[in-house]
């Protein structure tokens, strides 16, 4: 059974940073891309990052692109996304999912945690 639980979500003023883990697990992740995806209230779920897990190739939205750094620890199975200069509307609920292919679509994901909260006061 594949699980996904994110953790690092908080409250940081505007500028700051913060840094979100996904705990990976029931699957062979080096055959597998992974992804966040954030959703804010009253908006549609959102791309934010991805990452092939083999080979540590990178993609990111443009909204976050120079800020937001995404990584992975093979020995841990865990996906990280480091955040920094952050604006208040990149407040929103923060999701890792894991699919067989990287997509900025979310239909490409099979397997999503429960999302962490990011709060960004300005």
């Known amino acids: 059974q594949v699980q996904l639980v994110e953790s690092g979500g908080g409250l940081v003023q505007a500028g700051g940073s913060l840094r979100l883990s996904c705990a990976a697990s029931?699957?062979?992740?080096?055959?597998?891309?992974m992804a966040w995806f954030r959703q804010a209230p009253g908006k549609e779920r959102e791309f934010v990052a991805a990452i092939i897990w083999r080979d540590g190739i990178t993609y990111y939205s443009n909204s976050v692109k120079g800020r937001f750094t995404i990584s992975r620890d093979n020995d841990k199975n865990t996906m990280y996304l480091q955040m920094y200069s952050l604006k208040p509307e990149d407040t929103a609920v923060y999701y890792c999912a894991s699919g067989t292919r990287t997509s900025s679509g979310s239909e490409a994901y099979d397997y999503w945690g429960q999302g962490t909260q990011v709060t960004v006061s300005s």
């Open positions: 029931g699957r062979t992740f080096s055959r597998y891309a």
